[in-house]
């Protein structure tokens, strides 16, 4: 390890750990080309490029205002619900453009599935809300429900704690239960990519503690895409990170390890060592 290695170590305070994902060659599921987002006349994105390899977790890092949770959500297009939002450039899923006028943003959001920062359970049972997407779907019929539910609660650690009371309200559950069964909903249609935007961070730490060890495992099948303001987090989970700064530029981008440990941008170097943010 050179001395700036050493250095950025001793003073980001912040340990990395190998995932054991990071020397599995990369295949890119979501791309951003030339990404502008723009609210009205302020622009929140600024000429943003990204490759986000499949089955990894990516991490998206910066000071409140850099215009992480706007690039997660041009993703899926969930930026659609604002009017005053324009999206130009590409952003690709599997190489077809989001926004092309053939793609229905219903159909992107379940390959692409959302889960926000705080718990939102529907007020209905535990069932319930892991079914909802499969019987959007009308796939209802079509499916084993138990067992999809079943599957689903597994896939995001709560079965253990819910299958004998599957038909109470999920409302009724601890924070960092609801978060688990929204990650439980999110999983249930079966998506590509689940999008995250701070999940833990309305959190106790035992139960973040809990979703940070799901979303490793959730990487198994899944490709993750976090916004966390926890750079500790970012280090600890995921396998790149991308660190935007103020203006929606993004300021680099590689593997969490090397950006870390060594970045090449003293404004990343900055932020990361806390002196700004
Ligand atoms: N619905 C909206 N209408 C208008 N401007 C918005 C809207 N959402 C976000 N913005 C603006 O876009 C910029 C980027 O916001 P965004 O929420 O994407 O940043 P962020 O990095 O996720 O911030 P934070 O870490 O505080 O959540 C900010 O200047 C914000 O005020």
């Not at 950025?8 to 791309?31: A, C, K, M, Y």
């Not at 597994?154 to 601890?174: I, Q």
Request: glycine share 6%.
């Amino acid at each position: 390890m050179s001395t700036q290695q050493e250095d950025s170590l001793i003073t980001t305070d912040v340990s990395i750990t190998d995932t054991g994902r990071t020397d599995q060659p990369d295949t890119t599921v979501v791309e951003a080309q030339n990404l502008d987002v723009f609210y009205g006349s302020d622009q929140a994105i600024d000429n943003v490029s990204m490759e986000i390899p499949e089955h990894k977790v990516t991490a998206m890092i910066g000071p409140s205002g850099c215009g992480k949770s706007t690039f997660l959500r041009c993703i899926n297009r969930m930026n659609d619900q604002i009017d005053v939002c324009r999206v130009e450039g590409d952003i690709t899923f599997h190489g077809k453009n989001v926004y092309d006028n053939d793609v229905d943003p219903v159909a992107l959001r379940r390959k692409i599935g959302m889960v926000f920062q705080k718990p939102n359970p529907f007020p209905k049972s535990i069932y319930d809300n892991v079914a909802y997407g499969l019987r959007v779907q009308g796939r209802e019929k079509e499916v084993d429900l138990d067992a999809e539910v079943e599957r689903a609660l597994r896939g995001a650690a709560l079965w253990d704690e819910v299958n004998d009371k599957l038909d109470s309200s999920g409302l009724d559950l601890s924070g960092g239960q609801q978060q688990r069964l929204c990650i439980a909903r999110a999983i249930a249609p079966d998506p590509e990519v689940i999008l995250m935007d701070e999940p833990t961070s309305a959190l106790d730490p035992i139960a973040a503690a809990k979703i940070e060890d799901l979303i490793d495992d959730l990487a198994d099948e899944y490709t993750v895409i976090i916004v966390t303001h926890n750079m500790q987090q970012a280090a600890r989970i995921s396998d790149k990170t991308a660190v935007f700064l103020t203006g929606g530029e993004l300021v680099e981008f590689g593997e969490t390890q090397r950006i870390f440990e060594d970045p090449e941008h003293k404004q990343v170097e900055d932020y990361i060592t806390g002196k700004f943010g």
